[in-house]
């Protein structure tokens, strides 16, 4: 094997050394062939989607353009609308309230009258009812004396008479009573 002094050491590594080199350069020269190559492609797809997307992007800036104004005086139109709203609904509630606090007003002094009406009705019901109550038990007691009376007299002349119109009752004597043989003797009959 050959001696390797300093000198072909060293002219050895620069040997190796370029040959990377060379290959590094070769290496870097694809690697910006390939990116430039990508980034002809990548330009051109952007180019493509611009070319398409860009009519839609510019007929919604137009939209936008025309239709802004448009949202704009809208909302301002339901802003209005809002408080108009608003105050009307606040004026409603007043009215309400006012007309609520009227009604119960005149239902309490309704219910008062209704209340001393009904309190007074009773009242002369009562005394009518009263005033019938003590003339009924007046004439049935001015019907129920003289019919009692006239009831006692007619028993008293039935009595009498009863008792004038009944023959006088045989003197009794101290001989019991024979037998007489006219009257009906159920054991005298024969059993058939």
């Known amino acids: 094997m050959p001696k390797l002094d300093h000198d072909t050491l060293e002219l050895l590594l620069i040997a190796v050394t370029a040959v990377c080199i060379l290959f590094q350069t070769v290496l870097l020269s694809a690697m910006f062939f390939s990116v430039r190559k990508g980034i002809k492609s990548l330009t051109e797809k952007v180019d493509d989607l611009r070319s398409s997307a860009m009519p839609v992007i510019d007929h919604t800036r137009g939209f936008l353009e025309r239709v802004t ?37 005149s239902a309490t002094e309704i219910a008062q009258r209704v209340n001393a009406q009904s309190t007074r009705i009773d009242s002369m019901v009562t005394g009518a009812l009263d005033a019938f ?27 009498i008479v009863e008792v004038l119109g009944a023959p006088q009752p045989p003197q009794r004597s101290s001989q019991p009573p024979a037998h007489r043989t006219d009257e009906h003797d159920p054991e005298s009959e024969p059993v058939i």
């Open 133 to 159: 109550d003590h003339a009924a038990g007046f004439v049935v007691d001015a019907v129920n004396k003289p019919v009692r009376q006239l009831s006692g007299l007619l028993a008293s002349v039935k009595a």
């Open 69 to 105: 104004p448009k949202v704009e005086e809208t909302a301002k139109n339901m802003a209005e609308m809002s408080q108009t709203l608003k105050k009307n609904v606040m004026e409603m509630s007043e009215t309400l309230k006012e007309n609520t606090s009227r009604v119960s007003a």
